[in-house]
Protein backbone atom coordinates (compact mmCIF):
# COMPACT_ATOMS: atom_id res chain seq x y z
CA UNK A 1 0.00 0.00 0.00
CA UNK A 2 0.96 3.37 -0.49
CA UNK A 3 1.25 6.32 2.06
CA UNK A 4 0.12 10.00 1.67
CA UNK A 5 3.59 11.25 1.22
CA UNK A 6 3.84 9.05 -1.82
CA UNK A 7 1.14 10.18 -3.13
CA UNK A 8 0.91 13.68 -2.56
CA UNK A 9 2.16 15.98 -5.82
CA UNK A 10 2.76 12.99 -7.49
CA UNK A 11 1.94 11.62 -10.77
CA UNK A 12 1.39 7.75 -11.43
CA UNK A 13 1.89 6.08 -14.52
CA UNK A 14 -0.62 3.10 -14.68
CA UNK A 15 -3.66 1.25 -15.16
CA UNK A 16 -6.53 3.53 -12.87
CA UNK A 17 -8.14 0.43 -11.36
CA UNK A 18 -4.26 -1.01 -10.85
CA UNK A 19 -3.03 1.89 -9.14
CA UNK A 20 -6.50 3.31 -7.21
CA UNK A 21 -6.28 -0.03 -5.54
CA UNK A 22 -2.69 0.31 -4.16
CA UNK A 23 -4.11 3.54 -2.55
CA UNK A 24 -5.44 3.97 1.42
CA UNK A 25 -8.64 4.62 2.51
CA UNK A 26 -9.59 8.09 2.92
CA UNK A 27 -6.68 10.15 1.92
CA UNK A 28 -8.46 12.43 -0.28
CA UNK A 29 -10.19 15.47 -0.14
CA UNK A 30 -11.66 15.71 -3.11
CA UNK A 31 -11.77 14.76 -6.86
CA UNK A 32 -12.32 15.48 -10.30
CA UNK A 33 -11.99 13.78 -13.86
CA UNK A 34 -12.86 12.99 -17.31
CA UNK A 35 -13.01 9.45 -18.04
CA UNK A 36 -12.73 8.35 -21.93
CA UNK A 37 -15.79 8.58 -22.84
CA UNK A 38 -15.82 5.16 -25.01
CA UNK A 39 -16.69 7.44 -28.11
CA UNK A 40 -15.59 4.73 -30.43
CA UNK A 41 -17.81 2.66 -29.62
CA UNK A 42 -20.43 4.49 -31.73
CA UNK A 43 -22.77 3.74 -34.53
CA UNK A 44 -22.79 4.67 -38.19
CA UNK A 45 -19.99 6.39 -39.39
CA UNK A 46 -19.05 8.28 -36.14
CA UNK A 47 -15.68 7.93 -34.40
CA UNK A 48 -15.21 4.16 -34.91
CA UNK A 49 -13.81 3.65 -38.38
CA UNK A 50 -11.69 7.21 -38.54
CA UNK A 51 -13.77 9.18 -41.10
CA UNK A 52 -15.34 10.86 -37.98
CA UNK A 53 -18.74 11.46 -39.16
CA UNK A 54 -20.89 13.82 -37.21
CA UNK A 55 -16.95 14.15 -35.14
CA UNK A 56 -15.56 15.25 -38.12
CA UNK A 57 -13.10 17.72 -36.78
CA UNK A 58 -12.70 16.56 -33.21
CA UNK A 59 -8.72 16.08 -32.28
CA UNK A 60 -9.84 12.31 -30.98
CA UNK A 61 -10.76 11.40 -34.25
CA UNK A 62 -6.78 9.97 -34.05
CA UNK A 63 -7.48 8.20 -30.41
CA UNK A 64 -5.35 8.27 -27.41
CA UNK A 65 -2.21 7.19 -26.84
CA UNK A 66 -2.95 3.32 -25.71
CA UNK A 67 -6.34 3.45 -24.77
CA UNK A 68 -8.98 2.01 -27.66
CA UNK A 69 -11.90 3.80 -26.09
CA UNK A 70 -14.25 1.64 -27.64
CA UNK A 71 -15.21 -1.15 -25.38
CA UNK A 72 -18.46 -3.26 -25.62
CA UNK A 73 -21.11 -0.86 -23.76
CA UNK A 74 -21.57 -3.49 -20.60
CA UNK A 75 -17.93 -3.60 -20.17
CA UNK A 76 -17.45 0.62 -20.32
CA UNK A 77 -20.06 0.41 -17.70
CA UNK A 78 -18.67 -1.84 -15.37
CA UNK A 79 -14.87 -0.45 -15.54
CA UNK A 80 -16.52 3.09 -14.67
CA UNK A 81 -18.01 1.46 -11.78
CA UNK A 82 -15.04 -0.24 -10.44
CA UNK A 83 -12.96 3.23 -10.91
CA UNK A 84 -15.73 5.24 -8.94
CA UNK A 85 -16.16 2.74 -6.23
CA UNK A 86 -11.91 2.85 -5.57
CA UNK A 87 -12.34 6.87 -5.76
CA UNK A 88 -15.00 6.64 -3.11
CA UNK A 89 -13.05 4.50 -0.70
CA UNK A 90 -10.18 6.71 -1.07
CA UNK A 91 -12.22 9.93 -0.19
CA UNK A 92 -12.21 11.41 3.16
CA UNK A 93 -16.19 11.09 4.91
CA UNK A 94 -16.36 14.58 3.84
CA UNK A 95 -15.19 14.45 0.29
CA UNK A 96 -16.87 14.62 -2.40
CA UNK A 97 -15.50 13.53 -6.75
CA UNK A 98 -16.96 15.65 -9.80
CA UNK A 99 -17.45 13.36 -12.33
CA UNK A 100 -17.26 14.54 -15.84
CA UNK A 101 -18.99 13.05 -18.62
CA UNK A 102 -21.28 13.54 -21.91
CA UNK A 103 -24.83 12.39 -22.42
CA UNK A 104 -25.64 10.53 -25.83
CA UNK A 105 -28.57 9.23 -27.81
CA UNK A 106 -26.37 5.82 -29.15
CA UNK A 107 -29.19 3.68 -31.28
CA UNK A 108 -32.09 5.46 -30.35
CA UNK A 109 -31.13 4.50 -26.47
CA UNK A 110 -30.23 7.52 -24.41
CA UNK A 111 -27.08 7.27 -22.58
CA UNK A 112 -27.59 9.55 -19.78
CA UNK A 113 -25.15 7.58 -17.47
CA UNK A 114 -27.44 6.25 -15.14
CA UNK A 115 -25.91 2.78 -15.57
CA UNK A 116 -22.55 4.09 -14.02
CA UNK A 117 -23.89 6.13 -11.62
CA UNK A 118 -26.52 3.81 -10.00
CA UNK A 119 -25.88 3.42 -6.44
CA UNK A 120 -23.50 6.06 -5.65
CA UNK A 121 -24.53 9.07 -4.49
CA UNK A 122 -25.19 11.81 -7.49
CA UNK A 123 -25.70 14.97 -5.14
CA UNK A 124 -26.23 17.14 -8.38
CA UNK A 125 -25.32 17.70 -11.49
CA UNK A 126 -23.57 20.33 -13.20
CA UNK A 127 -23.78 21.62 -17.09
CA UNK A 128 -20.24 22.82 -18.55
CA UNK A 129 -21.77 24.82 -21.15
CA UNK A 130 -19.03 25.20 -23.34
CA UNK A 131 -19.00 28.36 -25.82
CA UNK A 132 -18.92 26.71 -28.91
CA UNK A 133 -18.87 22.94 -30.19
CA UNK A 134 -16.76 21.07 -32.72
CA UNK A 135 -17.75 21.01 -36.52
CA UNK A 136 -20.98 18.64 -36.56
CA UNK A 137 -23.31 16.89 -38.86
CA UNK A 138 -25.54 19.30 -40.05
CA UNK A 139 -28.45 16.72 -38.88
CA UNK A 140 -27.50 17.66 -35.71
CA UNK A 141 -27.75 20.87 -33.54
CA UNK A 142 -24.08 21.65 -32.42
CA UNK A 143 -23.71 19.88 -29.28
CA UNK A 144 -21.76 22.38 -27.00
CA UNK A 145 -22.76 20.97 -23.69
CA UNK A 146 -21.28 18.19 -21.08
CA UNK A 147 -21.71 17.88 -17.14
CA UNK A 148 -20.01 17.09 -14.28
CA UNK A 149 -22.04 14.57 -11.46
CA UNK A 150 -21.32 15.76 -7.57
CA UNK A 151 -21.02 12.51 -6.19
CA UNK A 152 -20.55 13.32 -2.35
CA UNK A 153 -20.35 11.71 0.82
CA UNK A 154 -23.23 13.14 3.15
CA UNK A 155 -20.47 15.39 5.52
CA UNK A 156 -19.60 17.39 1.90
CA UNK A 157 -20.04 20.73 2.36
CA UNK A 158 -19.17 23.13 -0.61
CA UNK A 159 -17.00 26.07 0.63
CA UNK A 160 -18.87 29.38 1.85
CA UNK A 161 -20.04 31.34 -1.31
CA UNK A 162 -19.41 29.50 -4.53
CA UNK A 163 -23.16 27.95 -4.61
CA UNK A 164 -23.66 31.34 -6.20
CA UNK A 165 -22.47 30.48 -9.71
CA UNK A 166 -25.29 27.99 -9.89
CA UNK A 167 -25.55 24.82 -11.58
CA UNK A 168 -24.76 26.15 -15.38
CA UNK A 169 -20.98 26.85 -15.69
CA UNK A 170 -19.96 28.92 -19.26
CA UNK A 171 -16.40 28.29 -20.07
CA UNK A 172 -14.47 28.01 -23.30
CA UNK A 173 -12.93 24.34 -24.38
CA UNK A 174 -9.79 24.07 -24.27
CA UNK A 175 -8.30 24.20 -27.95
CA UNK A 176 -4.26 24.84 -27.34
CA UNK A 177 -3.72 21.47 -25.66
CA UNK A 178 -2.28 19.07 -27.83
CA UNK A 179 -3.85 16.04 -25.41
CA UNK A 180 -6.76 14.85 -27.46
CA UNK A 181 -9.52 15.26 -24.74
CA UNK A 182 -8.44 18.08 -21.91
CA UNK A 183 -10.74 19.96 -19.97
CA UNK A 184 -10.26 23.55 -19.79
CA UNK A 185 -7.87 25.45 -16.74
CA UNK A 186 -10.80 27.07 -15.27
CA UNK A 187 -13.10 24.35 -15.47
CA UNK A 188 -10.70 22.17 -13.10
CA UNK A 189 -10.18 25.63 -11.02
CA UNK A 190 -13.76 26.06 -10.04
CA UNK A 191 -14.08 22.13 -8.72
CA UNK A 192 -10.27 23.08 -6.63
CA UNK A 193 -12.06 26.44 -5.46
CA UNK A 194 -15.51 24.96 -4.78
CA UNK A 195 -14.11 21.82 -2.25
CA UNK A 196 -12.82 22.44 1.42
CA UNK A 197 -9.40 20.27 1.58
CA UNK A 198 -6.19 20.25 -0.08
CA UNK A 199 -5.78 16.54 -1.63
CA UNK A 200 -7.57 16.58 -5.11
CA UNK A 201 -7.32 13.16 -7.35
CA UNK A 202 -7.86 12.52 -10.47
CA UNK A 203 -7.73 9.33 -11.92
CA UNK A 204 -7.61 9.66 -15.56
CA UNK A 205 -5.00 12.65 -15.23
CA UNK A 206 -4.43 13.42 -18.85
CA UNK A 207 -1.98 16.67 -19.52
CA UNK A 208 -2.07 17.75 -15.59
CA UNK A 209 -4.84 20.47 -15.42
CA UNK A 210 -6.31 18.87 -12.22
CA UNK A 211 -2.64 19.73 -11.17
CA UNK A 212 -2.49 22.55 -12.39
CA UNK A 213 -5.47 23.67 -10.98
CA UNK A 214 -4.48 22.60 -7.43
CA UNK A 215 -1.35 24.08 -7.66
CA UNK A 216 -2.59 27.84 -9.17
CA UNK A 217 -5.26 27.29 -6.01
CA UNK A 218 -2.41 26.51 -3.20
CA UNK A 219 -3.43 22.78 -3.39
CA UNK A 220 -1.72 18.71 -3.46
CA UNK A 221 -2.70 16.74 -6.36
CA UNK A 222 -1.91 12.77 -7.04
CA UNK A 223 -2.73 11.57 -10.69
CA UNK A 224 -3.00 8.42 -12.39
CA UNK A 225 -2.70 7.85 -16.09
CA UNK A 226 -2.23 4.96 -18.77
CA UNK A 227 -0.19 7.23 -20.71
CA UNK A 228 3.79 8.32 -20.28
CA UNK A 229 3.12 10.39 -23.17
CA UNK A 230 0.26 12.32 -21.54
CA UNK A 231 2.07 12.55 -18.00
CA UNK A 232 5.34 13.85 -19.65
CA UNK A 233 3.39 16.93 -20.95
CA UNK A 234 1.43 17.29 -17.49
CA UNK A 235 5.49 17.16 -15.97
CA UNK A 236 6.27 19.82 -18.92
CA UNK A 237 3.28 22.11 -17.53
CA UNK A 238 3.90 21.53 -13.45
CA UNK A 239 7.36 22.34 -14.42
CA UNK A 240 6.46 25.72 -16.11
CA UNK A 241 3.75 26.32 -13.68
CA UNK A 242 6.43 26.26 -10.64
CA UNK A 243 8.90 28.03 -12.46
CA UNK A 244 6.95 30.66 -13.88
CA UNK A 245 3.38 30.23 -12.13
CA UNK A 246 1.39 30.46 -14.94
CA UNK A 247 0.04 27.58 -17.59
CA UNK A 248 1.47 29.32 -20.83
CA UNK A 249 3.91 26.53 -21.70
CA UNK A 250 0.46 25.03 -23.84
CA UNK A 251 1.05 28.03 -26.21
CA UNK A 252 5.01 27.04 -26.85
C1 LIG B 1 -10.54 12.57 -21.11
S1 LIG B 1 -8.86 12.22 -20.89
C2 LIG B 1 -8.42 13.20 -19.47
C3 LIG B 1 -7.87 14.55 -19.86
C4 LIG B 1 -7.50 15.45 -18.71
N1 LIG B 1 -8.67 15.86 -17.96
C5 LIG B 1 -6.77 16.70 -19.23
O1 LIG B 1 -7.26 17.82 -19.01
O2 LIG B 1 -5.75 16.54 -19.90
C6 LIG B 1 -8.84 10.59 -20.29
C7 LIG B 1 -7.48 10.03 -19.96
O3 LIG B 1 -7.65 8.69 -19.49
C8 LIG B 1 -6.44 7.98 -19.76
N2 LIG B 1 -6.71 6.53 -19.65
C9 LIG B 1 -7.39 5.74 -20.50
N3 LIG B 1 -7.46 4.49 -20.04
C10 LIG B 1 -6.82 4.47 -18.85
C11 LIG B 1 -6.56 3.46 -17.88
N4 LIG B 1 -6.97 2.19 -18.06
N5 LIG B 1 -5.88 3.80 -16.77
C12 LIG B 1 -5.44 5.08 -16.59
N6 LIG B 1 -5.66 6.08 -17.47
C13 LIG B 1 -6.34 5.78 -18.59
C14 LIG B 1 -6.05 8.45 -21.14
O4 LIG B 1 -4.66 8.25 -21.37
C15 LIG B 1 -6.46 9.94 -21.10
O5 LIG B 1 -5.37 10.77 -20.82
Not at 13 to 39: A, C, H, M, R, W
Not at 147 to 156: L, P
Not at 165 to 192: C, M
Request: proline share 5%; hydrophobic share 35%.
Amino acid sequence: MLELGDLEDQLIQGNVVEVLKTIPDGVFDFGFTSPPYNLKNSTGNGMKDGRGGKWANAKLIQGYDGHGDSMPHDEYVAWQREVLTEIMRTLKDDGAFFYNHKWRVQGGIIQDRSDILEGFPVRQIIIWQRKGGINFNPGYFLPTYEVIYVIAKKNFRLEKGVNKWGDVWEITQDIKNPHPASFPLELAERVVQACPGDMVIDPFMGSGTTAVAAMKNGKHYCGIDLSETYLDLARKRIAHFEKFGNDSSLNE
